[in-house]
């Protein structure tokens, strides 16, 4: 046997980690719900005067109650949740995409209907998208158990949010048309209908993906946030991904937030690679000292439109305003600087080829015919 298998077959026999207790908790600022941590909630509560509010939703809420003046405690975050909970938008009607089978399509837009807290949620499913890499299969989706490994416990992938929302998706999906619509597609069509929610524009979805029969966290190989732009440019170049491609899929970085872990070795001093006052306001947001996962803050990529899809990230990273060393870098690269620069100065070819290359992405390591399997449930495996 090769030395690299036999290290491969000893990774695999690998005694489980064991899988922290979580319970659902619900956001009283935009009503979706997270996994989480019973002291995590606790925490979160003692922080909102005994409300539970989700990690994005928090963010604005500081936010808003920095801008009314004074540092925010307790009563103050109150005060400005209960703001923002009046200020929250409508319920946006769903519309109709060519291609949708009618049952998916009334499924998926009834579940859009009820939830435009979905536009924040998918905030965070992008996050999921990110991974799809590694290709295409709802692997991810699987919940670890003692006994069985998941994608999921993958140091990239532990502080991802919005597995929730595909479940109920799916729920919707499963009462409408059983075993039909695989959890990959709707992981796809969720894609496609956050973009759309959040300005971005719309596209055709092929459907008849299948799900995985495994899910194994040894497998999961993402590029971290810190590596090298050099390194990550071969990771999306071995996926079929070119340097304009992939410049285009950091755009996706203009909804949603980002672990102050993911960026906080960039805080110690001035370096010119991030603006001084955005590191200094970094500092006071993460402190210089690393977090347990429980405790490690989340902050807007996006502060300016952070739920909105548009082209306003490339311009932060032309004015060093990137939290992620990675995407910064993008903005000066020989391969890649050009390309920021055009799509900080054209929005319309912005939306135009993020839809296109999402398009791409969702191809990416895709099961079709007797491959794996249609999942009744996202989280398990039909023989489960």
Known sequence: MMEEDVAATAEQQQPLQPVAKVEDA???????????????IREVRGQFSGRWVC????EAVTEEAEKNGGAPGPHRRLQALQRL?????????????????????????AAADSLLQLAIELARVHRIIATWLQGCDASLLIVPTPTRSSERVAIPNQTLRGFNIVNAVKSTLEAACPAVVSCADTLALMARDSVVLLGGATYDVALGRRDS??????????????SSLDDTLRHFAAKGFSAEETVVLFGAHTVGGTHCSSFRYRLAKPDGTMDENLRCDMVVVCGQVDQPPVADAMTFLDPVTPFAVDNAYYAQLMSNRSLLQVDQEAATHGA????????????????????EVMVKLETVGVLEGDAGEVRRVCTKYNTS
């Not at 990690?55 to 928090?58: G, N, Q, R, T, Y």
């Not at 995409?97 to 399509?105: E, I, K, R, T």
Request: with cysteine; hydrophobic share 35%; glycine share 8%.
């Open 213 to 226: 029969l495994q899910s194994n966290a040894w497998e999961v190989d993402l590029p971290a946030p810190f």
């Open 336 to 355: 890649t600087a050009g390309y920021v620069a055009y799509y900080a100065a054209n929005p319309d070819a912005f939306l135009r080829r993020f839809s």
């Open 26 to 40: 619900w956001c009283e600022c935009c009503g979706m719900s997270e996994e989480c941590t019973p002291e995590y």
């Open 55 to 58: 990690e994005l939703c928090a």
């Open 85 to 109: 909970r009046e200020d929250a938008p409508g319920v946006v009607p769903g519309g109709g995409h060519a291609g949708d089978p009618p049952q998916a399509l009334q499924a998926t837009t």
